[in-house]
């Protein structure tokens, strides 16, 4: 559906449940969806697991010095990511369990647990499939799906952000109950609330009515 179209199926819902949110999601508008910025999944799987728990500036750090210490080395990140340079992903400001988690990414791709048809098959059944690897959970599960495969239809209940700021805008902690009325484009709810969210930081007078997997 165009852009345009969703945004105003997102309005028309939010303007029966909450006029904080109508109002916040009409100052934002029609959102543009970037394409992913990785090709294989197995590439974004690793940077989610970098970002879990850390800012957006702390993560994005985090991963130049990845990048820097595998070039340095002639290698791509990718190539980091095994037991033998385990100490060189910790001096980047890794955690030894999301070291770990790097590992096992490796090696369910490399046994075929992140084939094409990952991209055809239910997020429920994909994310039982992702969640069987060491290190990814239900919210890493949900950002692949929103960002890398571009589900239109998911609400990240695990994610702090997300779900505060919904339960800000409609005054109701029931967020996956709220977010239903939004089906078939929870994704594009969870989107409105990450945008909101930043231009509340931004301009705090604007909204005045107004989680993660963890290794």
């Not at 309005?11 to 910025?37: D, F, K, N, Q, W």
Request: proline share 7%; net charge positive.
């Amino acid at each position: 559906m165009p852009r345009d179209s969703v945004h105003h199926h997102v309005l028309s819902v939010a303007g029966r449940l909450s006029a904080p949110l109508a109002e916040a999601i009409a100052r934002v508008g029609p959102l543009t969806i970037e394409p992913p910025a990785q090709t294989r999944v197995a590439d974004r799987l690793c940077v989610e697991v970098v970002n879990q728990q850390l800012s957006i500036r702390a993560a994005a750090a985090i991963w130049s010095r990845v990048e820097a210490a595998a070039a340095g080395m002639g290698l791509t990140p990718w190539g980091l990511f095994v037991p033998a340079h385990e100490a060189v992903l910790r001096a980047c400001g890794i955690s030894g369990n999301k070291v770990r988690a790097l590992q096992a990414i490796r090696a369910a791709d490399e046994a075929g647990l992140l084939d094409a048809t990952l991209g055809i098959r239910p997020h429920a059944e994909r994310s039982a499939i992702l969640c069987r690897i060491k290190g990814v959970g239900p919210w890493t599960a949900d950002m692949i799906g929103i960002f890398h495969f571009g589900d239109p239809d998911i609400w990240p209940d695990g994610d702090v952000a997300a779900v505060g700021r919904l339960r800000r805008l409609t005054g109701r902690a029931d967020t996956q109950a709220v977010a239903a009325a939004f089906a078939p484009y929870r994704s594009h709810l969870a989107r409105y609330a990450w945008r909101i969210k930043d231009l509340f930081a931004l301009t705090p007078p604007l909204l005045e009515r107004e989680r993660t997997d963890g290794v």
